[in-house]
Antibody
Framework: EVQLVESGGGLVQPGGSLRLSCAASGYTISNYWMTWVRQAPGKGLEWVATINQDGSETYYVGSVRGRFTISRDNSKNSQYLQMNSLRAEDTALYYC????????WGQGTQVTVSS | DIQMTQSPSAMSASVGDRVTITCRASQDISNYVAWFQQNPGKVPKRLIYVSSTLQSGVPSRFSGSGSGTEFTLTISGLQPEDFATYYCLQHNSYPLTFGGGTRLEMK
């Protein structure tokens, strides 16, 4: 059974940093693009970032480019999202996903940016 | 950036009804559209990918169609568990973009 488990969320002050992790099991992520999607409270889904199989290509939504970095470690079957210079508008539930069209989703990890 | 305009934003229907949700892309995206269902407080679930391919395990009452700029998700014979919010996603070019969502409520 495919499972994606996110961790690393929490409460952080504006300007702070967090690193989200996503550990996969039940399949090998090395064959797949990986994605992060977020959902602010009461709002719709927003694509955040995607990385290709070997990490040589990364793509970001404009609002996070230059502040967030997506990465992966295929040997650990995991992907990551380093989030710097966090803003209140980054407050959301962050989902890890498999593939560009997100065939599998994790349960999400909550990120709250507030003073 | 490609805009995905989803309509309607909300609708009400009854069990057994046939409903159609539309996403219009601001430019040609071939058939690179996926559809998702999200129940309140739950994780989104992919129903359809590359416009019309049904995700394994998804009931056949769900179907998708379209290419270019206009795409539809159809649910034929609504079941109680289908009352949820639905999103489209274009994965043709970056930044990837979701539609605004359609909240399907029971009449």
């Amino acid at each position: 059974e495919v499972q994606l488990v996110e961790s690393g969320g929490g409460l952080v002050q504006p300007g702070g940093s967090l690193r989200l992790s996503c550990a996969a099991s039940g399949y090998t992520i090395s064959n797949y693009w990986m994605t992060w999607v977020r959902q602010a409270p009461g709002k719709g889904l927003e694509w955040v970032a995607t990385i290709n199989q070997d990490g040589s290509e990364t793509y970001y939504v404009g609002s996070v480019r230059g502040r967030f970095t997506i990465s992966r470690d295929n040997s650990k079957n995991s992907q990551y999202l380093q989030m710097n210079s966090l803003r209140a508008e980054d407050t959301a539930l962050y989902y890890c996903g498999s593939g560009r069209s997100v065939g599998y989703w994790g349960q999400g990890t909550q990120v709250t940016v507030s003073s | 950036d490609i805009q995905m305009t989803q309509s309607p934003s909300a609708m009400s229907a009854s069990v057994g009804d046939r409903v159609t949700i539309t996403c219009r892309a601001s430019q040609d995206i071939s058939n690179y559209v996926a559809w998702f269902q999200q129940n309140p407080g739950k994780v989104p679930k992919r129903l359809i990918y590359v416009s019309s391919t049904l995700q394994s395990g998804v009931p056949s009452r769900f179907s998708g169609s379209g290419s270019g700029t206009e795409f539809t998700l159809t649910i034929s014979g609504l079941q109680p568990e289908d009352f949820a919010t639905y999103y489209c996603l274009q994965h043709n070019s970056y930044p990837l973009t979701f539609g605004g969502g359609t909240r399907l409520e029971m009449k």
